[in-house]
């Protein structure tokens, strides 16, 4: 390895790994994935970071990045050739909403193919304990890496009823929206290259991490719809996965093929996003500024699409959806009408309007209370 390298801390199966591995490829910047076994995790990452998430880039100069959002933020201005963030302000707003939508709300019918039926539950143990122990020699280390393995994984299967995922009918519905995703997705890759248009975006990072740690390469049955059923959504997948040899030429637009798609996913997550925004107004406004932004919101009662459900709201999602908010506010006035149309048309136009009584910055890896 080089001096001039990225160290990347990852896994091919991690749902947040996806984005920053796209984006590394796209830009093109020299760099090797050291993976995530124990070892890396109790050397390296939790040293670095105070805990075991990924995915973590150790950068040449020294600097730590954490958190999938903040690492392509950070590329994007370390690197600005190869852009992966629109100038026209219209399009940033919607590639970070389409961002935001991708990370922190189709994960929850993600979060089903893997960890809910019985075979593909026993995949999902097994990889975690065989990627914790990849390369480890040491006996006492491989032995807790098995450990750790299924301390993970029955971790990650108690937040099943914290989504309702524990319910046939979140259950049905998780199934309903990945395939209409997935559809809508491949109508609009039949006709345009990437998200926003001829080259890839921020949306398009952001739709990787739906698409291919938990979807694609899980044996699920819906990896085996989008290879073959969805063949523009497989090739775009494969395509951003190698984005190395993708041109970055042509124009940034929003064709008329992705308003269903955009329409869609706010009829199935605007309103929790909504909820969640409240929980924070209500839980954040009396905060002291520059103390640590709890955890958790509270629960909620929200709706997936038509279904209602009870969930927790957490500070983390409130602060991107505040950057989503951010974003609009960012919008010049000239573009404000136009771009209103666009957002009430597809629904998200009372979302970015909402007028938070809170605001958070994150320092260090948390988040604080700013004023």
């Not at 973590?56 to 690492?71: A, E, M, S, Y």
């Not at 955009?262 to 406004?285: G, H, K, Q």
Request: glycine share 6%; net charge negative.
């Amino acid at each position: 390895m080089t001096n001039k390298d990225y160290e990347l801390v990852a896994t091919q199966h991690s749902y947040y790994s996806a984005k920053v591995r796209a984006c590394l490829q796209y830009k093109r910047l020299p760099y090797q994935e050291i993976g995530s076994n124990i070892e890396t995790v109790l050397n390296r990452v939790i040293p670095a970071t105070g805990n075991q998430q990924f995915p973590v880039v150790f950068c040449p100069d020294g600097t730590v990045l954490k958190d999938g959002c903040d690492i392509v933020e950070a590329l994007e201005s370390r690197h600005p050739e190869r852009p992966i963030m629109p100038e026209n302000q219209q399009l940033k707003c919607v590639a970070k909403l389409i961002e935001v939508l991708a990370d922190e709300f189709f994960a929850i019918p993600m979060i089903y193919y893997r960890w809910v039926p019985e075979d593909a539950k026993q995949w999902g143990i097994g990889m975690f304990k065989t990627i914790l122990g990849n390369g480890v020699e040491n006996p006492d280390m491989a032995a807790l890496a098995e450990q750790m393995g299924e301390t993970i994984s029955t971790e990650i299967r108690s937040r099943l009823p914290k989504v309702g995922l524990d319910r046939k009918d979140i259950q049905q519905k998780a199934m309903q929206i990945t395939e209409e995703v997935c559809g809508l997705l491949n109508d609009h890759l039949a006709t345009t290259p990437y998200l926003l248009g001829d080259h890839p975006t921020l949306a398009d990072l952001g739709i990787m991490n739906a698409m291919w740690g938990h979807l694609y390469l899980d044996p699920c049955d819906a990896s085996m719809f989008i290879r073959k059923d969805y063949l523009h959504l497989n090739n775009w997948i494969t395509n951003m996965h190698s984005g190395a040899g993708i041109s970055d030429q042509g124009e940034l637009y929003i064709a008329d093929t992705l308003i269903p798609l955009l329409r869609y996913l706010s009829d199935v997550f605007a309103n929790m996003m909504t909820d969640i925004l409240a929980a924070a107004d209500n839980e954040l406004s009396t905060a002291e500024t520059g103390t640590e932004a709890p955890a958790g919101l509270g629960r909620i009662k929200t709706l997936l699409q038509d279904i209602e459900l009870s969930r927790p709201a957490t500070a983390y999602t409130a602060w991107r959806l505040q950057a989503v908010i951010e974003h609009y506010q960012a919008i010049p006035a000239v573009q404000k009408p136009a771009t209103d149309d666009l957002l009430s048309d597809i629904g998200f136009l009372s979302l970015c309007q909402h007028q938070p009584n809170w605001k958070m910055q994150k320092d260090n890896f948390k988040l604080f209370v700013a004023a």
